[in-house]
């Protein structure tokens, strides 16, 4: 009987889909979308109001989109390792923190100085661009998997916070939170991160574990992948990234949406109920939206392997904006959950696609510095929207003014998508 062929090897890759698929998880405890369910309690008992906690939110968003472009190199040459064991033990330590403070400031300060510069080096760049760096036609799915961990934690949020707080009061939530990302994320990622296939011998993908062809790392004959090798392997220096239309483009895209993802994540509770509807039904439609961003996620993530991503991202921002356009306009809760289950869907897109588009404009060797430099644009924009959001509430006594403009913005990127075009890079060698 002729030998069977062995059996292929587990491609290492998956770990470090597992290692961030973990550091999301606990990425979520720093987001909005968290931030937004402790907004009552936080500013009642701090004594600060609504506008001014945002403003807290928006630092923290500088202060990573400042830090990017100085950790995205680090994650080109070194990879992402103790990048997120440092990072994961900064957060954890910070969220222990959080749980004795006596003042809106001394809240501010452990926020900015330890959770916000420690979210930056375990969170979404660090871990989207290691994993870019081990898979080009499965990067879709390995990112968005990646990415479900953040998504359920998202959908599990409102509930187990709602519920720590009648148990243990929100302070010690907080440590709760701490606890968690010391024991797991630190650990992990100090064993098992590593920079890219290259530095164990494999290809991206798990080719060279299967045996493949070397030129099977291009894209297969019927796939509507949008890179080739070259570009997988284009060395970008900043300057030459900043020169291009491609990168200045995305950024407005992704940086004009920020802004009302920001501001939305945080306020949305306080927006729902002070439309009449109950703490209950905010709760709901919170984990609504995270269950649809969840449970599609996926999905956005195989569409951006075979769709062309500008398609993709188009249709991502129109799926947004009717969403909150149908929840905006609902007089019923069951309107209001629709709005929301739409806008949920769209959002899933949302971190997939955008880690998707730069990887496949600009390769794998330099995509550190171009998250970098991207993220500083478009968390400047993001930074806005918490206190755009804050500060019409507290002028107008609503959230009204600021949805619609949300809605305009998405409405903007959707058109922007369609300006995409790949980068021309100029044969020269890399600074």
Same mark, same amino acid.
């Given at each position: 009987?002729?030998?069977?062929?062995?059996?292929?090897?587990?491609?290492? &890759?998956?770990?470090?889909?597992?290692? &961030?698929?973990?550091?999301?998880?606990?990425?979520?405890?720093?987001?909005?979308? /968290?931030?937004?369910?402790?907004?009552?309690?936080?500013?009642?008992?701090?004594?600060?109001?609504?506008?001014?906690? +945002?403003?807290?939110?928006?630092?923290?968003?500088?202060?990573? =989109?400042?830090?990017?472009?100085?950790?995205?190199?680090?994650?080109?040459?070194?990879?992402?390792?103790?990048?997120? /064991?440092?990072?994961?033990? +900064?957060? =954890?330590?910070?969220?222990?923190?959080?749980?004795?403070?006596?003042?809106?400031?001394?809240?501010?300060?452990?926020?900015?100085?330890?959770?916000?510069?420690?979210?930056?080096?375990?969170? #979404?760049?660090?871990?989207? *661009?290691?994993?870019?760096?081990?898979?080009?036609?499965?990067? =879709?799915?390995?990112?968005?998997?990646?990415?479900?961990?953040?998504?359920?934690?998202?959908?599990?949020?409102?509930?187990?916070?709602?519920?720590?707080?009648?148990?243990?009061?929100?302070?010690?939530?907080?440590? !709760?939170?701490?606890?968690?990302?010391?024991?797991?994320?630190?650990?992990?990622?100090?064993?098992?991160?590593?920079?890219?296939?290259?530095?164990?011998?494999?290809?991206?993908?798990?080719?060279?574990?299967?045996?493949?062809?070397? +030129?099977?790392? %291009?894209?297969?004959?019927?796939?509507?992948?949008?890179?080739?090798?070259?570009?997988?392997?284009?060395?970008?220096?900043?300057?030459? !990234?900043?020169?291009? #239309? /491609?990168?200045?483009?995305?950024?407005?895209?992704?940086?004009?949406?920020?802004?009302?993802?920001?501001?939305?994540?945080?306020?949305?509770?306080?927006?729902?109920?002070?439309?009449?509807?109950?703490?209950?039904?905010?709760?709901?439609?919170?984990?609504?939206?995270?269950?649809?961003?969840?449970?599609?996620?996926?999905?956005?993530?195989?569409?951006?392997?075979?769709?062309?991503?500008?398609?993709?991202?188009?249709?991502?921002? *129109?799926?947004?904006?009717?969403?909150? *356009?149908?929840?905006?306009?609902?007089?019923?809760?069951?309107?209001?959950?629709?709005?929301?289950?739409?806008?949920?869907?769209?959002?899933?897109?949302?971190?997939?696609? #955008?880690?998707?588009?730069? %990887?496949?404009?600009?390769?794998?060797? +330099?995509?550190?510095?171009?998250?970098?430099?991207?993220?500083?644009?478009?968390?400047?924009?993001?930074?806005?929207?918490?206190?755009?959001?804050?500060?019409?509430?507290?002028?107008?006594?609503?959230?009204?003014?600021?949805?619609?403009?949300?809605?305009?913005?998405?409405?903007?990127? %959707?058109?922007?998508?369609? %300006?995409?075009?790949?980068?021309?890079?100029?044969?020269?060698?890399?600074?």
């Amino acid at each position: 009987m002729p030998a069977s062929s062995p059996k292929p090897k587990f491609f290492y &890759g998956w770990y470090i889909v597992a290692v &961030g698929f973990l550091a999301q998880v606990n990425c979520a405890f720093n987001m909005s979308s /968290t931030l937004s369910v402790f907004l009552k309690p936080l500013t009642e008992d701090l004594a600060v109001s609504r506008g001014l906690f +945002s403003l807290m939110r928006s630092g923290e968003i500088l202060i990573a =989109g400042a830090l990017a472009p100085l950790v995205g190199p680090l994650v080109d040459r070194y990879g992402g390792r103790w990048l997120m /064991t440092a990072g994961a033990f +900064s957060a =954890g330590v910070g969220f222990i923190f959080l749980a004795q403070v006596g003042s809106f400031w001394q809240f501010l300060f452990v926020r900015w100085l330890f959770v916000a510069i420690g979210g930056v080096f375990m969170c #979404q760049m660090v871990v989207s *661009v290691t994993i870019s760096r081990w898979f080009v036609r499965k990067r =879709g799915r390995a990112i968005a998997i990646a990415s479900l961990g953040q998504g359920m934690s998202k959908v599990l949020i409102p509930i187990v916070t709602a519920t720590l707080f009648i148990w243990v009061g929100w302070r010690s939530t907080w440590a !709760i939170f701490g606890l968690l990302t010391l024991l797991s994320v630190v650990i992990p990622s100090a064993l098992l991160m590593r920079p890219g296939p290259e530095s164990m011998g494999l290809e991206p993908d798990g080719i060279a574990a299967l045996s493949e062809p070397q +030129s099977s790392f %291009a894209p297969e004959p019927g796939d509507r992948a949008q890179t080739s090798r070259a570009q997988e392997e284009a060395h970008w220096s900043r300057r030459e !990234i900043v020169r291009t #239309q /491609t990168f200045w483009i995305i950024c407005f895209m992704y940086g004009m949406a920020n802004v009302g993802i920001a501001g939305l994540n945080l306020h949305v509770f306080a927006y729902i109920t002070d439309r009449g509807f109950g703490a209950l039904v905010a709760a709901t439609a919170l984990t609504i939206i995270a269950a649809t961003q969840l449970s599609s996620t996926l999905i956005w993530g195989l569409i951006g392997e075979k769709v062309d991503i500008r398609h993709a991202s188009m249709a991502m921002f *129109v799926v947004e904006a009717s969403g909150l *356009v149908l929840a905006m306009s609902a007089v019923h809760v069951l309107g209001l959950y629709a709005g929301f289950f739409l806008y949920g869907i769209g959002l899933g897109g949302s971190f997939v696609l #955008q880690e998707l588009i730069w %990887a496949t404009y600009f390769g794998r060797f +330099s995509l550190g510095t171009v998250r970098g430099l991207g993220t500083l644009v478009t968390y400047a924009f993001g930074a806005a929207g918490a206190p755009f959001f804050g500060f019409v509430h507290d002028v107008t006594g609503s959230y009204q003014s600021s949805f619609l403009a949300f809605v305009g913005a998405l409405a903007v990127s %959707a058109i922007l998508s369609a %300006a995409v075009r790949v980068p021309q890079k100029k044969s020269r060698a890399p600074d």
